[in-house]
């Protein structure tokens, strides 16, 4: 076993990777020389199992000699079971505790997963658990034996202290320029509001809230995009030389980076021009082109995640992603209504809460055919 290859550094000692490169290597490993005994050792029917929590930081010389499998987070039903069959009994065993002085709820263990613990495994959630098993037996040891108690959701912050993390909920109502996008992260998937904004100026573009560089090409694009369809808006051609966009992505001390806020920006861009609210109960997420095409995204599952958790039933995602959908847990497919789209004008059909207006009859040589989906329908949208 090669626990966590990724952190794999070079310095003056030697380069560790290098040396992976010749025992992973099945043409060479038959006669690997361990060069600090200087002994040739025959690697090739052992079987290596590397693990990682990301892999671009790990070589591609050696990711070439790997066959890699990726493993999605647990989702919340999955870590509660965890918790339950297995993290409590362990954590009750160590603090010497029996079932009759303690008792977890569900409620109680997944209040704990949603406040208190970020990420893809249940290390964590086992920590704290363990906490309060350790609290417990200290009054076991004052009170007796015979001592019991129910952790109740309400009285988790007696044990754990104050809540150390808060779901981002959807917004309380329809905004203009206010979108919900969704966001993979290293410890699962979490909705990101994006802010447009117009005033008048000189045609400037702002980009805020510490976006990476891919983040700032795609708002580029979508700008773009958003000008190359100004008739589409009921704007003029040269509407951007009076106006200055600013476009703000909130919780502005975490780094945010990645291609899928494309129609997220898209959209907010265009209901802060022409108007019109998007829609508080929906999320979505897409890479865009500058012609409007929606390009597929990863982290499918653990975006929907987000998405269920902060109240969001209703998702766009790209059309190209619908084969992923079978990796989604079933309960979630069956809750949530997903749209797939394939160009933006679709995405627009249904985040914007009224219609777009008519386009001007002398732009409508010059620019592409649109096609006016009628009222509740979505064209070529499949859900």
């Not at 009750?92 to 209040?111: S, Y």
């Not at 009170?143 to 809540?163: C, M, N, R, T, W």
């Amino acid at each position: 076993m090669l626990d966590e290859v990724d952190k794999m550094s070079m310095d003056f000692r030697g380069d560790p990777s290098a040396a992976l490169l010749e025992v992973l290597d099945p043409e060479q490993n038959f006669m690997f020389v361990d060069h600090y005994l200087d002994v040739e050792y025959d690697l090739s029917q052992v079987f290596f199992i590397a693990t990682a929590n990301v892999i671009h930081t790990v070589p591609p010389a050696l990711q070439d000699r790997m066959e890699v499998l990726r493993l999605h987070g647990y989702t919340e039903p999955e870590k509660v079971e965890i918790a339950k069959q297995f993290l409590v009994k362990k954590q009750m065993l160590q603090a010497g505790l029996t079932e009759k002085n303690v008792q977890f709820p569900d409620d109680a263990i997944r209040q704990i997963i949603r406040s208190y613990t970020r990420e893809a495994g249940v290390r964590n959630l086992e920590r704290e658990i363990g906490n309060i098993c350790r609290k417990i037996a200290r009054k076991v040891v004052k009170e007796g034996a015979d001592f019991s108690a129910a952790i109740q959701p309400e009285k988790i912050g007696d044990y754990l202290g104050v809540l150390k993390f808060r779901d981002t909920l959807a917004h309380e109502k329809s905004e203009v320029g206010l979108v919900t996008g969704l966001a993979w992260t290293e410890v699962g998937g979490s909705i990101l509001s994006t802010e447009a904004t117009v005033v008048d100026g000189k045609g400037k573009l702002t980009l805020t809230g510490k976006l990476g560089d891919v983040m700032q090409e795609s708002a580029q694009a979508a700008m773009s995009y958003i000008r190359s369809r100004a008739a589409r808006l009921g704007l003029p051609r040269d509407f951007y030389r009076s106006l200055d966009i600013h476009v703000h992505v909130p919780e502005g001390a975490i780094p945010k980076d990645g291609p899928s806020a494309g129609i997220t920006i898209a959209t907010a861009l265009a209901s802060a021009l022409s108007r019109i609210p998007v829609r508080r109960d929906l999320a979505m997420t897409g890479e865009i082109t500058l012609r409007g095409k929606v390009l597929p995204i990863g982290g499918l599952k653990e975006k929907l995640l987000a998405a269920h958790r902060a109240g969001l039933f209703e998702v766009i995602l790209p059309l190209e992603n619908e084969k992923d959908v079978a990796e989604v847990p079933e309960n979630l497919r069956r809750e949530m209504k997903l749209h797939f789209v394939d160009n933006m004008d679709q995405v627009l059909a249904v985040a914007l809460e009224g219609p777009l207006p008519k386009m001007p009859s002398d732009t409508e040589a010059t620019m592409a055919p649109i096609v006016t989906p009628p009222a509740g329908e979505i064209p070529t949208a499949r859900q």
